[in-house]
């Protein structure tokens, strides 16, 4: 039987965290057209491959598990778009809940519009107390995304979706290429942004992309998660991300020109470090 959507979930060494997103998955009303639930295994070393071998799913849900054995989850969302029997796939991570309703408010994007990638609202949901420091401006940082209250088309650069809470037709990879492996989460590595990387190439390539605010996810946030230390160590990986997404493939050696720049500084450092012949004392024989 075809099916018309596949919600792939890529994950790596998050068994604890996959328990609770699997459990919340149960809730998903079904939408009109069938779908199938595709995990994508990115070199899993804990338990998570025994926790989707051995969980009950819901009657009449089509579930299966591809391995990428490449670590990235760049790598993981190209397997994916390789992997889905559906045109049209949508993603969610492994530390998310979303709305009973999230599927069925893309399916009413889908068929409103027949975009070529979609976007909707990521909302925070902390999991132990919330830190009386952390203002609600900082929850943009911690994963929240609102973009417009209305359903309505992305345009501009600085609207892109968030990797937590997208979607597209994977046939928009033939005219632009995959996720960039250079960029997105590897391991206990999280550079990052390799959905807004996406996002420009659909943009540029002139994709049709839209917003709607009613597919809700709740990003899961870990107790010890929000401390201080985070968003500096956050915008040190952004930064790191953006040099690495503007640079491309391009060479990570200084340019030509610098060189001669480079070595200039260094010359009357050198040129003092010589020994000076006519300063030491003389020994006579």
């Not at 209250?149 to 033939?174: D, H, I, M, Q």
């Amino acid at each position: 039987m075809s099916v018309a959507y596949t919600v792939a979930l890529c994950t790596h060494n998050h068994a604890h965290r996959l328990q609770c997103t699997l459990v919340d998955l149960r809730a998903l009303r079904q939408p009109a057209k069938p779908w199938e639930l595709l995990f994508i295994d990115n070199g899993c070393t804990d338990g998570t491959v025994a926790l989707l071998a051995g969980h009950e799913w819901p009657k009449g849900w089509r579930v299966r598990v591809a391995h990428e054995p490449k670590l990235g989850l760049s790598n993981a969302r190209s397997r994916a778009i390789h992997e889905a029997a559906a045109d049209y796939l949508i993603f969610i991570d492994d530390d998310e809940t979303p709305d009973s309703g999230w599927l069925c408010a893309y399916e009413r994007l889908i068929d409103a519009h027949a975009p070529d990638a979609f976007g909707s609202r990521i909302e925070v949901l902390f999991e132990g107390d919330r830190p009386a420091w952390l203002k609600d401006d900082l929850l943009g940082f911690l994963g929240q995304l609102r973009r417009s209250a209305e359903v309505v088309p992305l345009l501009e650069e600085s609207t892109s979706f968030y990797g937590g809470n997208f979607g597209l037709r994977g046939a928009v990879c033939e005219r632009i290429g995959w996720f960039d492996a250079m960029l997105g989460r590897k391991g206990a590595d999280y550079p990052g942004g390799e959905e807004v990387d996406f996002y420009q190439r659909l943009l540029d390539a002139g994709f049709r992309l839209w917003w709607t605010p009613e597919a809700v996810i709740h990003h899961r946030i870990e107790t010890e998660r929000p401390n201080r230390r985070y968003f500096p160590d956050l915008h040190y990986r952004q930064g790191r991300t953006e040099g690495l997404r503007r640079r491309g493939s391009a060479s990570r050696l200084p340019p030509a020109y610098l060189i001669p720049q480079l070595a200039a500084p260094s010359k009357p450092s050198c040129r003092s470090r010589r020994p000076r012949a006519a300063t030491l004392p003389y020994a006579g024989r």
